[in-house]
T-cell receptor, first 113, second 116 residues
Framework: AAGVIQSPRHLIKEKRETATLKCYPI?????VYWYQQGPGQDPQFLIS???????DKGSIPDRFSAQQFSDYHSELNMSSLELGDSALYFC????????????FGQGTRLTVV | AQKVTQAQTEISVVEKEDVTLDCVYE???????LFWYKQPPSGELVFLIR??????QNEISGRYSWNFQKSTSSFNFTITASQVVDSAVYFC?????????????FGTGTSLTVIP
């Protein structure tokens, strides 16, 4: 069965650079969530989208932005990267907003040096 | 407010021992869902179980079992006859399908090490 695809799996960037993380949800899933998991931390909610519109926002820095495209894939753009942005970034998708099912991708490990 | 507490930060057991991971949650809502995820060293989040607030039946899946008790707001997870492959970080999570944006509220995780 198709799963949530995240790319790239690993990314190394320097401070002040920009990074773009991509998430391809399971086919026919219209809801996407982004989570950030720092080293030794639990995943923290960043932002979610339903039908290409932002549906909820968590602790996402202003330096970050995200969007969901017409094919339902989502991109998380991170600018002016800081060392503290080094983390595992998860994307999850749900069949519809309000669904209790959510499937996580394998994550993108971002290292800022 | 929604909150999940996993008081055990790290647990070590010897292979074949049973181990229980505790999870206590707080919520004002009557409809909610509880989850357990496993995060092996490779980093992915592996779904283990989902339980809704109206179903207090305990569940067993192979060596895994879950004990949901609304009276104590607990959703504990037991691994029977632990194996080295069970070594991972385990997260308990709470989710509301309607309120709070449907996001997951994760506990801080319990790191389980199974010693051969």
């Amino acid at each position: 069965a198709a799963g949530v695809i995240q790319s790239p799996r690993h990314l190394i960037k320097e401070k002040r650079e920009t990074a773009t993380l991509k998430c391809y949800p399971i086919p026919r899933h219209d809801t996407v969530y982004w989570y950030q998991q720092g080293p030794g931390q639990d995943p923290q909610f960043l932002i979610s989208f339903y039908e290409k519109m932002q549906s909820d926002k968590g602790s996402i820095p202003d330096r970050f932005s995200a969007q969901q495209f017409s094919d339902y894939h989502s991109e998380l753009n991170m600018s002016s990267l800081e060392l503290g942005d080094s983390a595992l970034y998860f994307c999850a998708s749900s069949p519809r907003e309000g669904s209790t099912e959510a499937f996580f991708g394998q994550g993108t490990r971002l290292t800022v040096v | 407010a929604q909150k999940v507490t996993q008081a055990q930060t790290e647990i070590s057991v010897v292979e074949k021992e049973d181990v229980t991971l505790d999870c206590v949650y707080e919520t004002r809502d009557t409809t909610y869902y509880l989850f357990w995820y496993k995060q092996p060293p490779s980093g992915e989040l592996v779904f283990l179980i989902r339980r809704n607030s109206f179903d207090e039946q305990n569940e067993i899946s192979g060596r895994y079992s879950w004990n949901f008790q609304k009276s104590t707001s607990s959703f504990n997870f037991t691994i029977t006859a632990s194996q080295v492959v069970d070594s991972a970080v385990y997260f308990c999570a709470l989710r509301h399908p309607i309120f709070t944006g449907n996001q997951f509220y994760f506990g801080t995780g319990t790191s389980l090490t199974v010693i051969p």
